[in-house]
C-alpha cells in the first residue's frame, strides 16, 4: 500500500459519508476510479435503488476507466439485486486494479465480489482503512452481524452525572443546541427506546423536530414496561405523530392492553418479562438495525448490565445538581469492582455551543 492508496480511499471514505442518513436499508460506499495518479471519476451511493457508488464513479470515469485503479469503501456486490453486480461492471469497465477497504459482510456477498474480480484478472488489495469503513456503516456490520440493532445510549447530565433533580425534574438539563442534536440524532436511528418511568415524569413525545414542528422521517417508538403503566392519554399513544411499540410482560392487565391497542398502539407480551436481549431479537426481527435507547436511569443500567451498548453519546452540562436521590446517567445495580467498568474507545470530545459538552464513545466489552 503506499501513501497514495490511503489518500484516495480517504477521499473514498469522505463521499461515502457525504450520504450519511439517505441510503438505509443500504450501506454508505464511496468510489474512487484514479488513472496515471490523477483522479478521474468519483461516486457516492445517495440512496436505495439508485445505482451504487462504483457505477456513478465508472460513468464519470468513462474512457479513462480503461487501465485505471478503483477505490471502494465495501467489496463491490456480486449478485443480481435492484441494480446489475458491480463487480462486472468494474470488469466491464476494463479497471486493472480493485483496492477494497472491508469485506460486505452481506451473506449474499461475503467474498464473492472478490473473488469474481480475481477470476477475471484484476488485482484486488483488501483491508485499506478498514476500521474507518467498518465505522463508517456501524449500524450495517453490527446488525448483518447479529440480527440485533446497533444500541447507541444517549444521555444528557449535568456535570455531576445527575439526569434529573431528585424530585424528578429534568427540563432542561442540555442547552437548545444540544436538543437539536438530538433531534438530528432521532431522525437518524430506526427506533428510539425508553422506560415507562420517563413516561409517567416528562410526557415526552420522542419525535424528531425541527423548529419545534415534527418533521421528516420518524423512528418508532418504543417503551418498556411490564405492567402497562403507561398513561392512556400520554402523548406516545395519543399524537399520532409515529407508531409506538411496547413491550410488557404477563404481569400487564389484559383491559389495559386492549384499551392501548384501540388506540392504535402496539402491545407485545414477552413471556419472560421485559428483558433487554429478548427486546432486541424481537425488535432486529422487526428489521430496526438501529436503536437510541434515551433512558431514563433504570433502563440505561439494564442496558450496560447486558453489556448491550455498542456506542455512548453523552451530553454534559455545566450545571451542578446534586443529590443522593438525584437519579445519574445509569442506574441499575452497577459493577463492584474498578476493573469491571467498561472503558470507551475512540472518544471524541466535542464543546456544543459555550454551556455543554458532547462525548462520544464506543464500549469495549471484555
Ligand atoms: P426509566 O425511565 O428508566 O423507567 C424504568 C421503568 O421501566 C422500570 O421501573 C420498569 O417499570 C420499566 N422497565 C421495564 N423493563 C425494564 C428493564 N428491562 N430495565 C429497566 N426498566 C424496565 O425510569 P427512571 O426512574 O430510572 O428514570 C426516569 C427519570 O429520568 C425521570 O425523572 C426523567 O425525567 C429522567 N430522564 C432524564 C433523561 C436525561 O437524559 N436527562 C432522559 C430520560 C429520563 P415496570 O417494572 O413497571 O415495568
Ligand atoms: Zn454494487
Redesign the pocket.
Given at each position: 500500500m503506499s501513501e497514495h492508496d490511503w489518500q484516495h480511499m480517504a477521499l473514498a471514505l469522505e463521499l461515502a459519508r457525504s450520504a450519511k442518513g439517505q441510503t438505509a436499508p443500504n450501506p454508505l460506499v464511496g468510489a474512487v476510479v484514479v488513472k496515471d495518479g490523477m483522479v478521474v471519476g468519483l461516486g457516492t451511493h445517495v440512496k436505495a435503488g439508485e445505482p451504487h457508488a462504483e457505477v456513478h464513479a465508472l460513468r464519470m470515469a468513462g474512457e479513462h476507466a480503461k487501465g485505471a485503479d478503483l477505490y471502494v469503501t465495501l467489496e463491490p456486490c456480486s449478485h443480481q439485486g435492484r441494480t446489475p453486480p458491480c463487480a462486472r461492471a468494474v470488469i466491464e469497465a476494463g479497471i486493472r486494479r480493485v483496492v477494497v477497504a472491508v469485506e460486505d459482510p452481506n451473506p449474499r456477498v461475503a467474498g464473492a465480489g472478490i473473488r469474481l474480480l480475481q477470476e477475471a484478472g484484476l488485482e484486488v488489495s483488501v483491508g485499506i482503512c478498514a476500521a474507518q469503513a467498518k465505522r463508517l456503516n456501524e449500524v450495517f456490520f453490527h446488525y448483518i452481524g447479529t440480527k440485533k440493532p446497533f444500541v447507541t445510549v444517549?444521555?444528557?447530565?449535568t456535570l455531576d452525572g445527575k439526569?434529573?433533580t431528585r424530585t424528578?425534574?429534568?427540563r432542561w438539563?442540555t442547552g437548545e443546541e444540544s436538543r437539536k442534536r438530538v433531534h438530528r440524532l432521532r431522525r437518524e436511528h430506526d427506533a428510539i427506546l425508553?422506560?415507562?418511568?420517563?413516561?409517567l415524569?416528562?410526557n415526552p413525545e420522542l419525535t424528531a423536530r425541527e423548529d419545534g414542528e415534527v418533521r421528516g422521517r420518524q423512528p418508532l417508538r418504543v417503551i418498556?414496561?411490564?405492567?402497562l403503566?403507561i398513561p392512556a392519554d400520554a402523548r406516545v399513544i395519543c399524537d399520532g405523530h409515529a407508531p409506538t411499540l411496547i413491550?410488557t410482560?404477563d404481569k400487564a392487565p389484559s383491559a389495559r392492553q386492549q384499551e392501548l391497542e384501540q388506540r392504535g398502539v402496539e402491545v407485545v407480551r414477552l413471556p419472560d418479562g421485559?428483558?433487554?436481549e429478548r427486546?432486541l431479537e424481537s425488535l432486529g426481527q422487526r428489521g430496526v438495525t438501529s436503536l437510541l435507547v434515551?433512558?431514563?436511569?433504570?433502563?440505561?443500567?439494564?442496558f450496560l448490565e447486558a453489556g448491550a451498548i455498542q456506542k455512548v453519546i453523552q451530553f454534559f452540562s455545566f450545571k451542578l445538581i446534586g443529590g443522593q436521590g438525584a437519579?445519574t446517567?445509569y442506574?441499575?445495580q452497577g459493577f463492584a469492582e474498578m476493573q469491571d467498568a467498561i472503558p470507551l474507545a475512540d472518544v471524541e470530545v466535542e464543546m456544543i455551543g459555550s454551556h455543554d459538552l458532547c462525548i462520544t464513545g464506543y464500549p469495549v466489552w471484555g
Open positions: 444517549k444521555t444528557a447530565s439526569i434529573a424528578g425534574h429534568s438539563i425508553v422506560g415507562v418511568q420517563t413516561v415524569a416528562d418498556l414496561d411490564s405492567r403503566r413491550y410482560s421485559v428483558g433487554i427486546v434515551e433512558g431514563g436511569s433504570a433502563v440505561n443500567g439494564s437519579p446517567s442506574g441499575g
